[in-house]
């Protein structure tokens, strides 16, 4: 089962797994786990999380999924989604001492910004299929701006990276920055002839090759009037792990592209940076049945050898590496700290605790 990713702020690792660990207690789990006439689900200081709160994240969350979760998942993931509402609540709650908003202007920025890809309608029956209104959205934007302004105050301005630091860090990774082969960096949007993907994942999903060949060429058209590739990919690409980033796939050696379809291979070697492909037909060796349709965009080579220091990606490269380990270390520490000084009762955890040992 494919679930889909929540837009709340996800929690650390540990806590998924403590969640799928009491997944396994949570199947006698029929009551209600606040006191009597009370359906809270958990408490952060003076907020009550209740049960209709966890029941819409639910929701939002397996929307559209063609595989009903089993028992133990579903209690699996709404204990994952309790402790996310948790840990939301614990950073709007500090923001909120802090003085920290988001503006109406800059939730309307962003919120166009999403709505920028599709017609009305388009937008409106993406919101209708994951379960949300516009309201809901404008309130998570809302939400995850003051919490991005939060961690930036927080944790992100309190990092420097000092070029000591990059030094440093190039002196003891050299043999990272020593590239064997050519790597090419590129993007595709890819259209299946076949009906393979869940309902409601991809919006106008080809269902035949003639729809697939359709869909590929009206991409095609609006790429030669200039609509920007990784909005189209976002919006359109049928695969599904490249979509969500513009369609970009990554570097891929040179080894590696000689191994590709033909097809494929040939055109990229006729690409210039910044170039598309014109489509390309996706066979099956084996069967010949076409597969699908692909265009793809060379967004960059890069050659064989020792990249230095004094290559301006080296040292972005470097920082960025730096920065991300240094606020993942800082978050953990913050969120720990946020944790202690909260009064925090999952009365669901303690429910299925207490469920399991009347049992035994």
Same mark, same amino acid.
């Given at each position: 089962m494919?679930?889909r990713?929540?837009w709340?702020?996800?929690?650390?690792?540990?806590?998924?797994g403590a969640?799928?660990?009491?997944a396994?207690?949570?199947?006698?789990?029929?009551g209600c786990?606040?006191?009597?006439?009370?359906?809270a689900m958990?408490?952060?200081?003076? &907020?009550?999380?209740?049960?209709?709160?966890l029941?819409?994240?639910y929701?939002?969350?397996?929307?559209?999924?063609?595989v009903?979760?089993?028992?133990?998942?579903?209690?699996?993931?709404?204990?994952?989604?309790?402790?996310?509402i948790?840990?939301?609540?614990? $950073?709007?709650?500090?923001?909120?001492?802090?003085?920290i908003?988001?503006?109406?202007?800059?939730?309307?920025?962003?919120l166009?910004?999403?709505?920028?890809? &599709?017609?009305?309608?388009?937008?409106?029956?993406?919101?209708?299929?994951e #379960?949300?209104?516009?309201?809901?959205?404008?309130?998570?934007?809302?939400r995850?701006?003051?919490?991005?302004?939060?961690?930036?105050?927080?944790?992100a301005?309190?990092? %420097?990276?000092?070029?000591?630091?990059?030094q440093s860090?190039?002196?003891?990774?050299?043999? =990272?920055?020593?590239?064997?082969?050519?790597?090419y960096y590129?993007?595709?949007i $890819?259209?299946?002839?076949?009906?393979?993907?869940?309902? #409601?994942?991809?919006p106008?999903?080809?269902?035949?090759?003639?729809q697939a060949?359709?869909?590929?060429?009206?991409?095609y058209?609006?790429?030669?009037?200039?609509?920007?590739?990784?909005?189209?990919?976002?919006? &359109?690409s049928?695969?599904?792990?490249t979509?969500?980033?513009g369609?970009?796939?990554?570097? %891929?050696?040179?080894?590696?592209?000689?191994?590709?379809?033909?097809? %494929?291979?040939?055109?990229?070697?006729?690409?210039?940076?910044?170039?598309?492909?014109?489509?390309?037909?996706?066979?099956?060796?084996?069967?010949?049945?076409v597969l699908? $349709?692909?265009?793809?965009?060379?967004?960059?080579?890069?050659?064989?050898?020792q990249?230095?220091?004094t290559?301006?990606?080296v040292?972005?490269?470097?920082?960025?590496?730096?920065?991300?380990?240094r606020?993942?270390?800082?978050?953990?520490a913050?969120?720990?700290e946020?944790?202690?000084?909260?009064e925090?009762?999952? &009365?669901?955890i303690?429910?299925?605790?207490?469920? $399991?040992?009347? =049992?035994k």
């Amino acid at each position: 089962m494919r679930l889909r990713r929540s837009w709340l702020i996800p929690t650390r690792n540990g806590l998924r797994g403590a969640c799928l660990t009491l997944a396994a207690l949570a199947l006698a789990l029929t009551g209600c786990p606040g006191k009597k006439g009370d359906d809270a689900m958990a408490k952060v200081n003076s &907020y009550k999380i209740q049960r209709s709160e966890l029941d819409k994240a639910y929701n939002k969350q397996v929307a559209g999924s063609p595989v009903k979760p089993t028992p133990e998942q579903e209690q699996a993931l709404r204990l994952q989604l309790l402790q996310q509402i948790i840990s939301v609540q614990l $950073y709007l709650q500090k923001a909120e001492k802090l003085g920290i908003v988001a503006t109406d202007e800059e939730v309307d920025t962003k919120l166009n910004q999403a709505k920028a890809p &599709y017609t009305k309608e388009e937008f409106a029956k993406k919101l209708h299929d994951e #379960g949300f209104t516009e309201d809901d959205l404008k309130q998570d934007i809302r939400r995850n701006l003051v919490i991005d302004k939060l961690l930036n105050k927080e944790i992100a301005s309190k990092v %420097t990276i000092s070029d000591a630091d990059i030094q440093s860090y190039y002196n003891d990774h050299k043999a =990272q920055f020593n590239v064997i082969e050519p790597q090419y960096y590129l993007a595709h949007i $890819y259209v299946s002839s076949l009906p393979n993907a869940p309902a #409601g994942a991809i919006p106008d999903k080809a269902q035949n090759d003639a729809q697939a060949r359709q869909k590929i060429q009206m991409i095609y058209h609006r790429l030669e009037s200039g609509d920007d590739f990784a909005t189209l990919a976002s919006r &359109y690409s049928e695969d599904l792990d490249t979509a969500r980033s513009g369609g970009e796939l990554g570097p %891929t050696p040179e080894s590696q592209l000689k191994n590709t379809d033909p097809a %494929t291979r040939d055109a990229v070697a006729k690409l210039k940076p910044g170039q598309f492909s014109e489509v390309i037909q996706i066979v099956n060796p084996a069967t010949q049945k076409v597969l699908g $349709y692909r265009i793809v965009k060379l967004l960059g080579k890069e050659p064989a050898g020792q990249r230095t220091l004094t290559d301006p990606t080296v040292q972005q490269a470097i920082r960025n590496q730096l920065r991300n380990q240094r606020e993942q270390f800082l978050r953990a520490a913050y969120d720990e700290e946020l944790r202690d000084s909260a009064e925090i009762h999952n &009365y669901f955890i303690e429910q299925i605790l207490k469920s $399991y040992g009347a =049992q035994k």
